[in-house]
């Protein structure tokens, strides 16, 4: 999951909670018109707005399953209306009545706290014009009621809503930890833990990025350690695996750092030499024989090649991103690099002059 698909999600919540005030907003104006709340006129033309603007939005959401509606804008007007329709009743009454203007204003802060409970803005643009409406029309008569219901009411939420955001913050924060541990074993396992090389599975993704950009002409290279069974049984694995460490970091010194060097088997490399010439090619992989014989890693058992750690290598040019041909040729060079003595490059047959 990505911030993008966060906020997505946080979205996607919020609609959520809008449906739930529409709906509660169209039971409560049906309830409204069926059973009014005070004796006076109760089909108003707001009252009628709030039903009908409550059950289109719903319908249009529930049609159009994408697309978002402006919560902050459909709060305010449904709470304009409200605020209307309260204003036409009560001018309607013959003397005002206290009861109807404390019911109306808490059955607007129950609809907007439970539908917006995460979401503040849109709590406010619901309740606001009631809420001042009210105020406006007691003219303070009753004023320790009427601020008792809304600040009571404000209170909670604001402290809810304080206590949702740590909530979201800390699952956010949560959640861009398991990703960045994602990606760390991610790259992981790309990686060949003995050589921090990559393995093949790292290749693999690292050569279709190099494909997808599709520039130049690139080269792969196989190298073995030669005699490297005798190297084992002689010197034991351990110094075995610190040979193959030196003659990694070695290979990697050689190269760009755009050339892909993987650890292709137990003591073979394969080296991708990305947008280079067949010269170019012929000298790194010159220079890369050289730096693994230049380490001098002592290897008494190197047959009659050599007193110490060397390699052979096969190089072939990869055509048409047809890597496994590439690969064929470059191992059946690297087989004749090894029947011919060891310590060398050889290329592939399609390199060779006709
Ligand atoms: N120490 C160590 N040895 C390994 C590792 N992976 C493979 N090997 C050894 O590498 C040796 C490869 O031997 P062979 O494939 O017979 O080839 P070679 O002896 O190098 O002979 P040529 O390739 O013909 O020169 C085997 O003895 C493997 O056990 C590793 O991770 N650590």
């Not at 206590?163 to 790259?187: A, G, H, P, V, W």
């Not at 790309?190 to 599975?201: C, E, I």
């Not at 002409?217 to 351990?238: E, M, P, Q, R, W």
Request: with cysteine; glycine share 4%.
């Amino acid at each position: 999951m990505t911030a993008t698909n966060w906020r997505t999600l946080l979205k996607g919540k919020h609609q959520l909670s809008l449906r739930l005030f529409l709906l509660l907003n169209a039971v409560s104006a049906g309830f409204s018109i069926v059973v009014p709340s005070a004796n006076t006129q109760h089909l108003t033309v707001p009252i009628i707005m709030v039903l009908v603007i409550s059950l289109s939005c719903l319908l249009w959401q529930f049609v159009n399953k994408k697309k978002l509606i402006n919560i902050n804008a459909v709060s305010l007007i449904i709470g304009l209306l409200w605020a209307w329709h309260i204003y036409i009743k009560v001018s309607a009454m013959p003397i005002r009545d206290l009861n109807f203007l404390i019911i109306a204003l808490l059955a607007i802060l129950f609809i907007g706290s439970i539908s917006f409970i995460n979401n503040i803005q849109a709590f406010i643009a619901s309740c606001l014009p009631v809420t001042a409406m009210i105020l406006w029309l007691d003219q303070g008569d009753n004023w320790p009621r009427v601020l008792y219901s809304i600040v009571l009411p404000g209170i909670g939420i604001t402290i809810q809503n304080i206590i949702q955001q740590r909530n979201d913050n800390f699952t956010r924060r949560l959640m861009d930890k398991l990703l960045e541990e994602k990606e760390t074993l991610n790259d992981l396992s790309m990686l060949d833990p003995l050589t921090g090389l990559y393995n093949r599975r790292g290749f693999q993704n690292r050569l279709e990025t190099v494909l997808a950009l599709g520039s130049g002409t690139h080269f792969v290279l196989l190298l073995d350690i030669d005699h490297f069974k005798a190297y084992n049984d002689n010197y034991g694995h351990s110094m075995g695996d610190q040979a193959l460490t030196h003659v990694s970091a070695a290979i990697r010194d050689a190269v760009r750092s755009r050339d892909i060097v993987t650890r292709y088997g137990g003591e073979e490399f394969m080296v991708l030499l990305t947008d280079v010439d067949t010269e170019q090619a012929l000298q790194t992989a010159e220079r890369i024989r050289q730096r693994v014989y230049d380490l001098k890693i002592p290897h008494l058992f190197n047959e009659d090649v050599a007193t110490h750690v060397t390699t052979s290598i096969g190089l072939a040019v990869l055509e048409q991103q047809n890597i496994e041909e590439a690969l064929r040729q470059a191992d059946s060079a690297l087989y004749r690099a090894k029947r011919q003595g060891r310590n060398s490059i050889f290329v592939s047959e399609s390199l060779l002059p006709s």
